[in-house]
């Protein structure tokens, strides 16, 4: 019995792991462009920071001293951080001005400070199971931000009755991983896992349901504006 649940937990946990890399890999398009420019245009920097404090944080979640038996949740935020550092850097790199450059290195190094206090005080001001309540509370609080983040992109599809800011395939891998990690919460029986989650496929619903709704009507529209996936 202890093996099956063992291989349920695995399996809700790699499945969350694939589906967050297709997430992960969602703004390739973006960086295609602006490689392609060697020019960030008029994209904007901060979502990839926020994403990387997110995913730094929910990575000392994941750690054994914080939360034991959560490495699935270490190994995809560890990845997704690699991937944020990445896209920052290329920002850096062709940043259109010496201010632009200079405003996202100095936000890097305020979400690095971030994550440093945030660590440290877990492990010097608490102990369990009090570290892995008050890292929890943080990795949760930065979760349901990151998962609201679309809700204004919603809004411009219901005004607009366009899905053309809003790609099927985002919306598709934050429904599969969300509710990939709720279930690995739920079997965890983990609240600061399977409560964010939980919040996030309803939003991933959302988003689905929006687009299989306005998307018959923006196929019949022919419209010029770029693809913007930051």
Same mark, same amino acid.
């Given at each position: 019995?202890?093996?099956?649940?063992?291989?349920?937990?695995?399996?809700?946990?790699?499945?969350?792991?694939?589906?967050?890399?297709?997430?992960?890999?969602?703004?390739?398009?973006?960086?295609?462009?602006?490689?392609?420019?060697?020019?960030?245009?008029?994209?904007?920097?901060?979502?990839?920071?926020?994403?990387?404090?997110?995913?730094?944080?929910?990575?000392?979640?994941?750690?054994?001293?914080?939360?034991?038996?959560?490495?699935?949740?270490?190994?995809?935020?560890?990845?997704?951080?690699?991937?944020?550092?990445?896209?920052?850097?290329?920002?850096?790199?062709?940043?259109?001005?010496?201010?632009?450059?200079?405003?996202?290195?100095? +936000?890097?190094?305020?979400?690095?400070?971030?994550?440093?206090?945030?660590?440290?005080?877990?492990?010097?001001?608490?102990?369990?199971? +009090?570290?892995?309540?008050?890292?929890?509370?943080?990795?949760?609080?930065?979760?349901?931000?990151?998962?609201?983040?679309?809700?204004?992109?919603?809004?411009?599809?219901?005004?607009?009755?366009?899905?053309?800011?809003?790609?099927?395939?985002?919306?598709?891998?934050?429904?599969?991983?969300?509710?990939?990690?709720?279930?690995?919460?739920?079997?965890?029986?983990?609240?600061?896992?399977?409560?964010?989650?939980?919040?996030?496929?309803?939003?991933?619903?959302?988003?689905?349901?929006?687009?299989?709704?306005?998307?018959?009507?923006?196929?019949?529209?022919?419209?010029?504006?770029?693809?913007?996936?930051?």
């Amino acid at each position: 019995m202890d093996s099956l649940y063992d291989i349920s937990c695995f399996a809700a946990g790699l499945a969350g792991n694939i589906f967050a890399l297709a997430l992960f890999l969602s703004p390739v398009t973006t960086f295609k462009r602006i490689l392609k420019a060697k020019s960030t245009e008029r994209f904007d920097g901060l979502p990839y920071l926020l994403s990387l404090l997110n995913c730094l944080i929910c990575l000392w979640y994941g750690l054994p001293w914080v939360a034991d038996g959560r490495l699935l949740v270490a190994t995809v935020n560890g990845t997704g951080a690699v991937f944020q550092l990445a896209y920052i850097c290329l920002f850096v790199f062709y940043a259109d001005s010496r201010k632009t450059r200079m405003k996202i290195i100095g +936000l890097l190094v305020l979400v690095v400070c971030g994550f440093a206090l945030v660590s440290h005080a877990s492990v010097f001001f608490f102990d369990q199971p +009090l570290r892995q309540q008050f890292v929890g509370a943080v990795s949760m609080a930065s979760l349901i931000s990151m998962f609201a983040s679309p809700l204004a992109v919603m809004g411009v599809v219901i005004r607009s009755e366009s899905v053309e800011f809003m790609p099927f395939y985002l919306s598709l891998s934050t429904f599969l991983m969300s509710t990939s990690f709720a279930l690995y919460g739920l079997l965890l029986r983990d609240f600061f896992i399977y409560f964010p989650n939980g919040l996030g496929l309803i939003l991933g619903a959302m988003q689905l349901a929006l687009y299989a709704y306005y998307s018959r009507k923006w196929r019949g529209q022919d419209s010029s504006a770029p693809l913007l996936l930051a």
